[in-house]
Structures are given as structure tokens and as C-alpha cells.
């Protein structure tokens, strides 16, 4: 682990805090998620939810993540063999990891990748194969066919795919989803997949969500994970969940053991409450931050900054060349100083840290005042 520093998250956060900056860099809503699932929490709380859950997770969260699984995506799962509760989506990806990968095998991602990604395959002793994202000529990111297909090779173990992906809002087209899940077949590997933002794409997006273990010949390699922290605003809770065949899921709730075993008893029995919620409030969701969204484009626009599309997730990426930015983390260093405002230099996330160096990313999961009050100081 001794290439793992600070977070960058840590680092620009803290300088918000002593900047007084408004901070759009780390990805966390400054309001509360459903007030159904508050309250279940509360009464779970207060009615004695408060040993170890069993490793799995409770049966009734078991159920309703099938459920939601069956309502949305149309994947099959049985709750009690196919179904695991992990502390947050992170965990459940080192859990995954950790469960597949032998020292040496390599882990096929996609970059700019999520920070926990290279933590977990270097916990591991795997390499990672990182396929570099990069705009194409709409400005929206792409990844050549050929690099994918080389990056594939005998000590393939695993595919590690986020979408809708975080940093760049990019959403995996069927297209692109059909290319890796076809190599998938072809080296017979497994796929770990990163469903965080499963409910945040957007109408304009080139395509809407798909789950890879949709795809045919999937269902039995895939492991999908997701958690409430994105859909219910509560990222302070770490409840995830894995979903996949048996095999694998039981292969990670062996490592899970020794992890963390359980977590959050009583916040369990609440994210059951908000999975079964009416398709309301997904909608409604998705529509709330379509709408940050905008107010964040256009202002980064009026700024002068040219802005990437984004599909989907909490964020959006910009090129700093515009206003005369060669290096991100140099810019996001100078910006709360210069403009009172604090987004992430998303070359960080790369391997190949050249493609990333003027790009940035901004959060919209905060209030439309504070992306108004963020738009204004960047504007002057
Ligand atoms: C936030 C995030 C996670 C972590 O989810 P937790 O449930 O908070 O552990 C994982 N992957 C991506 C892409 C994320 O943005």
C-alpha cells in the first residue's frame, strides 16, 4: 500500500474547510434522502435493531434488493443464495476482488477509475489493465475497440466496469457493453460491476442504463454491485449490496467475514423501506438532479470552461485550457484561492495521467443555492 496516499478527496476538502469554499469536489448531497426511510431507520433504531445482522445481510433487505433488481433491470436473483449486504459498495468490490483474483491475475478497468479500484486489486496482488476513457469528437468519452481487446490476455481474471461512471458521466451504450461482455465470453472471465449511479441517468443520455449481467452470457460470471448511498442520499450509512451467481457471491462473503463481518443493523430494514418505494421517487430523483445538472453546465459554460457531456452520476467533467489551465491539480490547488470554489483534477484517477491533465470534475448533488452561489463566485 505504499503508493496509496491521501486521498485527493481529503486534501481539497479540507482546503474548502480552511477556504471557505464552496465545495463541489467531493460527491456527497448536502440533503437527506427519503423521509420514509429516516423514519424506518429511527423506529428500527429505537425497537432493538442494534446487534450483528446476519453475515448475508437481513432477510427482508435480501428480498427487497432482489425485488428492485427484478422491477428495474429484469435480472433474476435469489435472495437467499444470490444476495449479499456488504458495508457500503466499496467494500463489496474489495470483497469481490479479493474473492476472485489470485497474485498476478490481472483486473481489465476502465480510466479515469474510481480511487478504490487500484487499492483493492493491489490488496489483492493483482494488475490492473486500465482502457483509457477520452472524449471523442462530441465531447462525449469513448475507449477504442482495439486497446479494450489488447488489454485482454491469458492472466485475465476479471472486468471491473462502472457505469454510469464516475468521474466522467459517461453511461455505457449496448454497443460498449456488448464489446466487453464479448471478450468476457471469449477469455471466459468474471465481471465485477459498478451500479452506484444506477438510477441517475439522464434523458439525454446516448443511451439509457444496462446492466452487463443482462447481456447474453453474463448472468453467470457477473457480480452487480450497487448501494443506497447515491439513490437515497445517505452516503454516511454504507449499506451496499453484490448480486450474482452463487458461487461468486458466496465466494465473497468468505472474505467479507474478515473485512468487516456486518455492518449498520438498524439502517438495514431502512434501505429495504426505500428500495420498495414507488417508482415516484426514482423518477423524481433522477428529474431533481437533471435539473442541478443544467445549472451547473450553464454556469461552467458562462465561465469559460469548455464542458463534457454528462450522462449520468453526480458529476461533470471540464477542460481548463479554455481559461489557460494546463494542469488540473494545479488549477483545483489555485481555485479556491482565485474563485472560492473547489472541484478534483481528475488525472488522478488515470494510469496514464497525460490524458487527464486539463480535465476537472465537478459534483452537482448539492442544493440549487450552493451550485448558484458556486456559479457566481466562478463567473467573477
Ligand atoms: C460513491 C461510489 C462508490 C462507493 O459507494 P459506498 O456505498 O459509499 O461505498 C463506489 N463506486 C463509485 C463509482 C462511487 O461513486
Known sequence: MRPFGTT????????????????LGQGFPDTDGPPEMLAAAAEALAGGANQYPPLAGIPVLRSAIAAHEQRFWALARDPDTEVAVTAGATE??????????????????????????????????????????????????????????????????????????????????????????GLCREYDVFAVTDEVYEHLVFPDAAAPHVPLAGLPGMLDRTLRISSAGKTFSCTGWKIGWATGPARLVSAMLRVKQFLTFVNGAPLQPAVAVALNLPDSYFTGFTAGMQDRRDRLVTGLTEAGLTVLPSEGTYFVTADIRPLGGADGVEFCRELPARSGVVAVPTQVFYDRQDAGRHLIRFAFCKRPEVIDEAVRRLRN
Open 92 to 181: 463489496a468490490i474489495a470483497a469481490a476482488i479479493l474473492a476472485i483474483c489470485e497474485p498476478g491475475d490481472e483486473v481489465v478497468c476502465f480510466e479515469p477509475y474510481y480511487d478504490s479500484y487500484a487499492a483493492s486489486i493491489a490488496l489483492a496482488g493483482a494488475v490492473r489493465r486500465p482502457v483509457t476513457l477520452r472524449p471523442g469528437p462530441s465531447g462525449r468519452y469513448e475507449f477504442d475497440p482495439d486497446e479494450l481487446r489488447a488489454a485482454f490476455g491469458g492472466r485475465t481474471r476479471l472486468v471491473l466496469l462502472n457505469s454510469p461512471h464516475n468521474p466522467t458521466g459517461k453511461v455505457f451504450t449496448g454497443a460498449e457493453l456488448e464489446l466487453v461482455a
Open 8 to 23: 485527493i478527496f481529503a486534501e481539497m476538502s479540507a482546503l474548502a474547510a480552511r477556504t471557505g469554499a464552496v465545495n
